[in-house]
T-cell receptor, first 109, second 113 residues
Framework: RKEVEQDPGPFNVPEGATVAFNCTYS??????FFWYRQDCRKEPKLLMS???SGNEDGRFTAQLNRASQYISLLIRDSKLSDSATYLC??????????FGAGTTVTVRA | NAGVMQNPRHLVRRRGQEARLRCSPM?????VYWYRQLPEEGLKFMVY????????ESGMPKERFSAEFPKEGPSILRIQQVVRGDSAAYFC???????????FGAGTRLSVL
């Protein structure tokens, strides 16, 4: 079983729509959780950290469910510029990032 | 403040040659991490280094791969006698401390012919 699993998508949505997707992780002792964004053939960039109580950053909302071991990301009012691959990242110890394979989102005009 | 710099951006090697990938961390960062991304897969941790020390190399293949981060100069990921399966994107990240956010470089795309 992979450490971090994501639905690869793609999620094709019109501008202005809401899109949401999940990520599951296998290690119940995982400590920290993040969403990174990766544009085609470029480096991953931190989108947001994920806190136990859930957190929001503009149009992006992240949730953590430790009991079921999943993390979610919701994007409201989608923009064309939101088209990217979203990487779920889990830290099991202090530094080793475990990445999911990514969920591809395409926002169309 | 320049970000994490990796070079070359693209590297083509024939089977059996050596590949050297360089990573200069962000200013003020002394922790460097290397990850490999195979096509259609997530990034996989390879090695974690601090200046002159390898802290964790649990993700490195046992043979042909080595990494260093000398007192002066960039971190180097070295792959000897490359094979086609080494073709991947190799990303370097850096952080100011072990518990801090990791910032990624643009990666080196290695193609083995």
């Amino acid at each position: 079983r992979k450490e971090v699993e994501q639905d690869p998508g793609p999620f094709n949505v019109p501008e202005g729509a809401t899109v949401a997707f999940n990520c599951t992780y296998s290690n119940s002792a995982s400590q920290s959780f993040f969403w990174y964004r990766q544009d085609c053939r470029k480096e991953p960039k931190l989108l947001m950290s994920v806190y136990s109580s859930g957190n929001e950053d503009g149009r992006f909302t992240a949730q953590l469910n430790r009991a079921s071991q999943y993390i979610s990301l919701l994007i409201r009012d989608s923009k064309l510029s939101d088209s990217a691959t979203y990487l779920c990242v889990v830290i099991d110890n202090d530094y080793k990032l475990s990445f999911g394979a990514g969920t591809t989102v395409t926002v169309r005009a | 403040n320049a970000g994490v710099m990796q070079n070359p951006r693209h590297l083509v090697r024939r089977r059996g040659q050596e590949a050297r990938l360089r990573c200069s961390p962000m200013k003020g960062h002394s922790h460097v991490y290397w990850y490999r991304q195979l096509p259609e897969e997530g990034l996989k941790f390879m090695v974690y280094l601090q200046k002159e020390n390898i802290i964790d190399e649990s993700g490195m293949p046992k043979e042909r791969f080595s990494a260093e981060f000398p007192k002066e100069g960039p971190s180097i990921l070295r792959i000897q006698q490359v094979v086609r399966g080494d073709s991947a994107a190799y990303f370097c990240a850096s952080s100011p401390g072990q518990l801090n956010i990791q910032y990624f470089g643009a990666g080196t795309r290695l193609s083995v012919l």
